[in-house]
T-cell receptor, first 114, second 112 residues
Framework: DGGITQSPKYLFRKEGQNVTLSCEQNLNHDAMYWYRQDPGQGLRLIYYSQIVNDFQKGDIAEGYSVSREKKESFPLTVTSAQKNPTAFYLC?????????????FGDGTRLSIL | GQQVMQIPQYQHVQEGEDFTTYCNSSTTLSNIQWYKQRPGGHPVFLIQLVKSGEVKKQKRLTFQFGEAKKNSSLHITATQTTDVGTYFC????????????FGQGTTLQVKP
C-alpha cells in the first residue's frame, strides 16, 4: 500500500549474522505489525506495537527483536537465534485498538540464507 | 489460542466456473476481514463483515458472515484470470489489541 515502505526488497543472511529489516510509514497509524509468510501457512504474527516505545510479542517472536522509537518506524531484527529465517516478511500498519479498520501492508522483504 | 482455519488450500478452476473459500474460527469473532494477495505481491484489503449473518457483494464476489460469527465464506461467480491469487480471511477477536488472526489462505488458479 502507498505510505508503507519496506527495505530492502531482498536480503541475504550469513550464518551467525543479525540482519535488520526496515519498515517506515507515513499514514500516521498508531499500530504497526510484523508478519512472516511461509508457503501454505498464511501470515503469522511476529511482533506488534500499538504505540511508540511499546511492543508485544506475537505468535512466533523467538529469534526476532523490534523497537518502536518513532511512530513512523518499526524495524525488525532477525537474530542468529532464528535458525530458519528464510521467508517473506511483511510489515503492516493499522489504527489499532478496537478499531475495525483494515491493516495496510508494505511490499515485503524476502530473506534468504546464504 | 484462537485459530482461524481456511479451506481449501488450493483450487484450480476453468475460467467461468465459480469458486468458494471457507473460513472457520475456534472462537466468536468481533469481525472478519478478507484480503487478496496477487502472486509476488502483498495482501490487499477487500472487505470487512461485522454483523451476524451479514452478506456483502462486490461485483462477482459475495462475502458472508455466519450467524454465530465463527465462520465466513467468499464466493466468486464466473471466475476470470484476474481473480488469480491467494485469498485470506482474518478474524479479530474481542481483545483491544487490533490483532488479526489470519487463515492459511486459499490459492486460486484460473485456467483460460
Amino acid at each position: 500500500d502507498g505510505g508503507i515502505t519496506q527495505s530492502p526488497k531482498y536480503l541475504f543472511r550469513k550464518e551467525g549474522q543479525n540482519v535488520t529489516l526496515s519498515c517506515e510509514q507515513n499514514l500516521n497509524h498508531d499500530a504497526m505489525y510484523w508478519y512472516r509468510q511461509d508457503p501454505g501457512q498464511g501470515l503469522r504474527l511476529i511482533y506488534y506495537s500499538q504505540i511508540v516505545n511499546d511492543f508485544q510479542k506475537g505468535d512466533i517472536a523467538e529469534g526476532y527483536s523490534v523497537s518502536r522509537e518513532k511512530k513512523e518506524s518499526f524495524p525488525l531484527t532477525v537474530t542468529s537465534a532464528q535458525k530458519n529465517p528464510t521467508a517473506f516478511y511483511l510489515c503492516a500498519t493499522g489504527t489499532g485498538g478496537r478499531s475495525n479498520q483494515p491493516q495496510h501492508f508494505g511490499d515485503g522483504t524476502r530473506l534468504s540464507i546464504l | 489460542g484462537q485459530q482461524v482455519m481456511q479451506i481449501p488450500q488450493y483450487q484450480h478452476v476453468q475460467e467461468g466456473e465459480d469458486f468458494t473459500t471457507y473460513c472457520n474460527s475456534s472462537t466468536t469473532l468481533s469481525n472478519i476481514q478478507w484480503y487478496k494477495q496477487r502472486p509476488g505481491g502483498h495482501p490487499v484489503f477487500l472487505i470487512q463483515l461485522v454483523k451476524s449473518g451479514e452478506v456483502k457483494k462486490q461485483k462477482r464476489l459475495t462475502f458472508q458472515f455466519g450467524e454465530a460469527k465463527k465462520n465466513s465464506s467468499l464466493h466468486i461467480t464466473a471466475t476470470q484470470t484476474t481473480d488469480v491469487g491467494t485469498y485470506f480471511c482474518a478474524g479479530r477477536g474481542s481483545s483491544n489489541t487490533g490483532k488479526l488472526i489470519f487463515g492459511q489462505g486459499t490459492t486460486l488458479q484460473v485456467k483460460p
